[in-house]
């Protein structure tokens, strides 16, 4: 048992060492969730006013509604970024080292994979703390039981971001990638609105909204900041990370995935 806790405390304090010295990293990550709160959400709740139904009667500010989604938005990247360092890991001949060791693959992976989920979560709470400054103080309790929704939004957001990296050649080209799946995955879930309002503008939109796992990454999170649950939106994200880290570990195999053998030939 001790074993298996130096091996995670050592790929824990390595990803925690890369962040630190990434200061660059920490204040990109609150500075995009900032913009939208502080300059776009103002024009956007003059559109949208107080006409907010069920379930979000609660939301009296649109950017209380879209806090939540912010925080989402601050995994996804969080996600991608921590998959980046997978990649160049691969490309420096790291990622070979780790996977040869004696552990189990999938326990490597996971615990790459719950260190990049601390790492948002800091980022997260970084976040409510300066929205709660700027007026938006849901429930103390839900700050508690965000916790939760938070672990399991950011692993499955982080376990899409692995499956990605496992299929990715080059650096460069999973940085294009990035940009390919963050900004469509983000605009097309109910982070800036709710879904009943996707469905007035377009069906087509909603159901593509409704399908989209990042969608129900932010009710999970929305819901849990308001000390409910959300069971259709729990029960995708759980089934989501089953299939995304199952598939990254596969894909991660030396023997039969991609991960390596692209790269070692």
Known sequence: ?????????GISRRETLRFVNQRGRFLAAL??????L?????????????????PYQTYVLYEVYVTPGLCAMIQLFNGMQSSLSMVYDRET??????????????????????????????QVYTFLLIAWFWGIRPPVMGYLALLP?????????????????????????????????IFPMFFASSALYPLWRMRESSVLLHDICALNPFTHSVELIRFALYLQV????LGVVLGCLALFFGGAVLMYDPGRGLGIRRKGG
């Not at 048992?1 to 405390?9: E, L, N, P, S, Y």
Request: no cysteine; aromatic share 14%; glycine share 10%.
């Open 149 to 181: 929704a938070l672990l399991l939004s950011g692993l499955m957001l982080g376990a899409m971001g692995l499956f990605l990296s496992s299929a990715i050649r080059q650096l460069e080209n999973f940085a294009g990638v990035m940009n390919f799946v």
């Open 31 to 36: 500075v995009r969730p900032l913009v939208w």
């Open 93 to 122: 001949g790291a990622m070979r080292t780790l996977l040869v060791s004696p552990w189990p693959r999938w326990f490597l992976l996971a615990s790459k994979l719950v260190a990049g989920v601390i790492v948002s979560i800091i």
């Open 230 to 233: 959300n069971w259709l939106s």
């Open 38 to 54: 502080f300059i776009f959400a103002a024009g956007f709740r003059a559109v949208l006013g107080l006409s907010i139904t069920a």
């Open 1 to 9: 048992m001790t074993g298996w806790w130096v091996v995670f405390a």
